[in-house]
């Protein structure tokens, strides 16, 4: 992974953490992709996010932890191609802890 891919990653991680992201854009683990994700909140409560890239088909994930035990686990979305949105979403109870994309 390059050093800007890492840099891009935690920057979008705090933005995460400190709960002021609405969109950001990022690059996906390969360097073809250029993606923007902005964070969503399900009808009953549970947090996710929609992420959107160019480039070539991919999949979001996001990384998930619960609120009330810290456990931490990812899920995976939907399989996108370029310039769709692939959603994704963690378990009631939980916050996105970090949003990101891999080829598919």
Not at 9 to 29: D, K, Y
Not at 30 to 46: E, F, N, P, Y
Not at 68 to 77: A, K
């Amino acid at each position: 992974m390059h050093i800007r891919q890492r840099a891009a990653g935690a920057v979008l991680a705090l933005g995460l953490a400190v709960g002021g992201l609405s969109a950001t854009a990022f690059p996906a683990t390969a360097a073809d992709l250029s993606c923007s994700a902005r964070l969503v909140t399900g009808s009953a409560g549970h947090k996710g996010a929609s992420v959107t890239c160019t480039g070539g088909a991919f999949t979001a994930y996001v990384d998930c932890e619960r609120t009330d035990n810290g456990y931490q686990y990812r899920h995976f979305g939907n399989r996108a191609v370029s310039g769709g949105t692939s959603t994704v979403w963690c378990d009631l109870n939980a916050r996105v802890i970090h949003v990101d994309a891999v080829p598919s």
